[in-house]
């Protein structure tokens, strides 16, 4: 996972965009966009060769916010499910 602010993509001259959009194409089979605006969104889906989502895990987790895990769920199984139930709600 990588955590870019929308000045790196927004902000960036052509040039940088370009590198930026290549190493993630590589890095990542999947880029999630969060709290982006819709025109950077389409600007980087445009860009790269792999699916990019906006603010899934968000609504993942709105959604999942009205399920209580059954109780002693360890916390990375009730994060695991939730990561499965966001690329679920994307298909």
Not at 9 to 20: H, I, R, T
Not at 21 to 41: F, G, H, K, N, T
């Amino acid at each position: 996972m990588a955590v870019l602010q929308a000045t790196d993509v927004l902000d960036a001259g052509e040039a940088q965009q370009d590198k930026l959009m290549r190493m993630l194409s590589r890095l990542y089979d999947v880029i999630e966009c969060q709290d982006l605006p819709s025109a950077a969104v389409r600007h980087i889906a445009e860009r790269v060769a792999v699916p990019v989502l906006a603010n899934l895990g968000a609504r993942a987790l709105e959604q999942d916010a009205d399920q209580a895990p059954e109780c002693g769920t360890p916390e990375w199984e009730q994060g695991l499910a939730r990561v499965r139930q966001a690329l679920l709600s994307a298909l």
